[in-house]
């Protein structure tokens, strides 16, 4: 194996995972160690990847012939893609080490920050040392920085929950919502909840729109009830109400009143309409500008960071109002549209309004065989007085088109190659 000959694992969650041909596979998310009878450190047995669609699956150390802060190459192409499961006498480092409170055999107490793996002569990687912050009183000074034998500090091998959440959140913090949503699904739910409740609002919301509809009400019930009416703030109103859809009436009354009513409003419209129809699962908060805007004007607005993709693809021209229920709609334009037009013409000029809109009691199927048809990324929804009162875009309609639990990496179908190895560490 081309390595060095001590790696921190901690530097490594992210490392792009790549086959013998060159081509990148997944990404590093954990190392799997075995704890061993005897006081020898626990040896590691392979590394934790994630692979496309989620699904996190095992990859034995014997297979891997390049460990690198870069990168992470395997000596074979053939995987086994059987979602990893932990084993009962298996350990996973980041997981459960990252954090925990630990004391050095001079007395000091500290944190565990990172844990390093080595390779012997004879190949077998082991956790040798330990990287462990002194805890201080003195709130204007970080801690000394240890790094010791794995054998020189107490409460490694403890059973329980005595782990902060700060270097945890240090890995994961540049994870997209979806990855790091991933990441929080092989927490236990009391580690779950402390991580989700130490991310903002703004982070949390983003990654309960990721994850499926259980984990986020038990995350959310986790919180008080003033911190989750904020949470729900922060969330596309679309969002907010498919959440608050799975909690019981008098719950969902007591989260809209704590809301401010600007944010609430939009909601509890969306709660009105019947599941599975336009106005369900529409976001009512679409790019909306009027016919005397110009080009340039549009360009601008849909550069806002905080659209996602499908909502910045169109602008959706109407009269004033401009918030929904807008006045008469009018038409919608495409990005590429305004690409192609001079930045001063006006958006009445180059509006588009030969597709029929959607109604909000459209039914899903009725909005999929549309969208296909005319090979579009969004459409409006307007009332019985043409008002726009939002849009559908398409991953709204692939949230509601999937299976209910697609979220859940449980569920995710297996497959085995033919030189396919345990999901769980090696066997004994």
């Given at each position: ?9 901690a ?104 844990v ?8 077998e990687?082991?956790?040798t ?28 091998g ?26 929080l ?29 259980h ?30 859809n799975?909690l ?88 590429q ?12 000029g ?51 088109s ?27």
């Amino acid at each position: 194996m081309s390595t060095p000959n001590r790696v921190y694992i901690a530097r490594l969650a992210g490392v792009a995972v790549f086959d013998p041909n060159g081509d990148q596979v997944g990404r590093i998310r954990d190392a799997v160690a075995r704890m061993r009878q005897t006081q020898r450190p626990p040896e590691v047995v392979g590394l934790v990847a994630e692979m496309p669609m989620r699904r996190r699956i095992f990859l034995s150390i014997n297979r891997i012939t390049s460990i690198d802060p870069e990168a992470v190459v395997l000596g074979s192409g053939t995987l086994n893609l059987r979602r990893f499961e932990k084993r009962p006498n298996e350990l996973l480092v980041l997981q459960e080490l990252l954090d925990r409170r630990v004391q050095l055999d001079t007395g000091q107490a500290g944190s565990v920050v990172d844990v390093a793996m080595e390779c012997s002569r004879g190949g077998e990687w082991s956790l040798t040392r330990v990287a462990v912050r002194e805890q201080t009183s003195r709130l204007t000074r970080r801690g000394h920085l240890h790094q010791v034998e794995w054998d020189r500090v107490r409460g490694l091998g403890a059973v329980g929950d005595a782990r902060g959440t700060a270097n945890l959140l240090a890995v994961l913090e540049d994870m997209r919502p979806a990855d790091l949503a991933n990441a929080l699904q092989d927490l236990p739910d009391a580690r779950r909840n402390e991580v989700a409740a130490a991310l903002d609002d703004e982070r949390l919301a983003d990654v309960l729109s990721e994850l499926p509809e259980h984990d986020q009400v038990e995350i959310l019930a986790a919180l008080d009830r003033e911190r989750a009416a904020d949470v729900l703030e922060e969330m596309d109103p679309d969002d907010a109400a498919d959440l608050l859809n799975e909690l019981p009436p008098p719950e969902q009354d007591v989260l809209l009143d704590l809301m401010e009513p600007e944010e609430a409003n939009p909601v509890r419209q969306l709660l009105r309409y019947a599941s599975g129809t336009a106005g369900s699962v529409m976001t009512s908060e679409p790019v909306i500008l009027p016919p005397d805007a110009t080009v340039a004007e549009a360009l601008a607005r849909i550069r806002e960071p905080q659209l996602s993709p499908a909502v910045a693809a169109q602008v959706f021209v109407a009269r004033a109002p401009l918030t929904t229920p807008t006045g008469r709609y009018l038409g919608m334009v495409h990005f590429q549209r305004l690409l192609r037009e001079p930045p001063a013409d006006l958006l009445g000029g180059v509006v588009v309004n030969d597709i029929d809109p959607l109604h909000p009691t459209t039914p899903l199927p009725e909005i999929t065989r549309r969208m296909a048809t005319y090979d579009l990324v969004a459409m409006p929804v307007v009332d019985r007085n043409n008002r726009l009162v939002g849009a559908v875009t398409v991953d709204d309609v692939l949230d509601h088109s999937l299976p209910r639990d697609w979220r859940d990496r449980d569920v995710v179908p297996t497959t085995a190659g033919a030189d396919a190895e345990p999901p769980g560490g090696t066997d004994d």
